[in-house]
């Protein structure tokens, strides 16, 4: 691999982040697979389409809306695989996920809504004359590796990172032994992606912390780290005991860490 296929991102929280860039072929690799799954889509609702044309039981079915229709679903399913999956999957369709590459943005930060449109939008120019020739010209040529719609939207594709093989830690022992993970508290992608590296370090540092604290120290450190990070993930701070505060505290420290927790 060379150095060119390497990219240094300073994110705005100014932590500088290696990536690697994925170039033309495992982005190909990546688009047949979910070429695969769009055209078995396509020939599933065009078979529906002639059962529904030949069926007596739609009343239109000698009208021209059964073609429009199917126009409409495939069309839907061409463009909307893509921008729903790298939307909602964190910048991955299937084909993406299973060769093991993303669409980030260029400041290190996952894919955003407006992006996501754009850069999914432009793939009708990126696909001209045929069989996304411009695009594929655009990666081999392009010294990121970009297509047309990755220029517009300020992305970039990228390897995923590997995560952290060790053993686990004191507080991940402490974790486990108190029977919490992911599962106990139920917190969406939407809201750990909202979250920074600043509340990263803050549940990071008080993971690093708490085994070493007395009882005062602990439930003091619990409650003012509980009064700043619950409202950013809508949870709820009143009534509860430090004990509540230090699982949801521990479980959020799970999450981000998934997120957060890379080998550069």
Known sequence: MTIE??????????????????????RAAAMIIDQIIITVANVIVFLLFLYSASSSMFWFTDSIWPIAVAIII?????????FIAEYFYNGKTIGKHLIGIRVIQENGHNITLLSCFIRNLLR??????????????????H?????????????????????????????EKYIERRGLSKSTISI?????????????????GYSEKLLELDISQRRDLTRKLAAILFP??????????????????????L???????YEL
């Open 5 to 26: 296929e390497r990219i240094n991102i300073k994110t705005p929280e100014y932590v500088s982040l290696k990536f690697r860039l994925a170039g033309l072929g495992s």
């Open 74 to 82: 495939i069309f839907i399913i061409n463009w909307g695989y893509f």
């Open 124 to 141: 009708i120019v990126d696909m001209l004359p045929t069989s996304y020739f411009l695009g594929i010209v655009m990666v081999f040529f």
């Open 143 to 171: 010294a990121k590796h970009k297509r047309l719609g990755d220029l517009a939207a300020g992305t970039i594709v990228v390897h995923e990172r590997s995560k952290k093989k060790r053993k686990a830690s004191s507080i």
């Open 188 to 204: 969406d992608d939407w809201t750990i992606q909202s979250l920074g590296k600043k509340e990263w370090d803050l549940l990071q």
């Open 232 to 253: 950013k993930v809508g949870m709820k701070l009143d009534n509860q005991t430090v004990k509540e505060l230090e699982d949801a505290l521990l479980v959020l420290y």
């Open 255 to 261: 999450y981000m860490k998934e997120e957060w927790e």
